[in-house]
């Protein structure tokens, strides 16, 4: 009885790793346009042929480089204060798109035309992993009444993530620490228990 043959070689994370290291420190030195094959092969060490064995295109491996180097590697620490713990976080979003790595995903998005395998990787791994961890210290808060009873929870993590994408996107406007913490303490003020 013969053995069934595997699709292909399989992929080496080693290789993927040096790749996506120099996805990263392309992006920080030149922006998106200095993300070609040809310079993360030459940067990498790798043949062009291996970069498209992982990745559709340059594209792709931009944007999985930036949203691997904004995500948390592990769960963060929990203080008991689940709304400090959400500010902490609002901030690390801002200081990930503000940076030129993050300016470099948004002219990604930008420039991907509808529902692109591009967006739809920056969406499931990066948008809803966010919200996921706001979902869950805006549940924490809840539980420990510090907001109002039978909240919108989704509707609430529009309120506050919203403006973030919406800066990111648009440019108009700097993500900042200052910007987050007040729109932290704006969208708080409408969902705050009533007296």
Known sequence: MSTPKS????????????????ARELLAAGGLPAVTIEALAARAGVSRPTIYRHWP??????????????LPSGPPKPTGAPLTDLAAHLRKLAQAFASPTGRSAAALLAASQGETELTKAFRNHFIMTARHEGRRLLTLAAAQGQLRPRLDLE???????????????MGHAELSKSFTDRLLQLALAGIAPRP
């Open 7 to 22: 699709p292909g070689r399989p992929r080496n994370p080693a290789i993927r790793a040096a790749v996506l290291d120099a």
């Open 57 to 70: 295109n340059s594209a792709a491996v931009a944007m999985e480089a930036f949203v691997s180097a904004t």
């Open 155 to 169: 509707l609430t993590l529009d309120l506050i993530y919203g403006p973030l994408y919406f800066r990111l996107l």
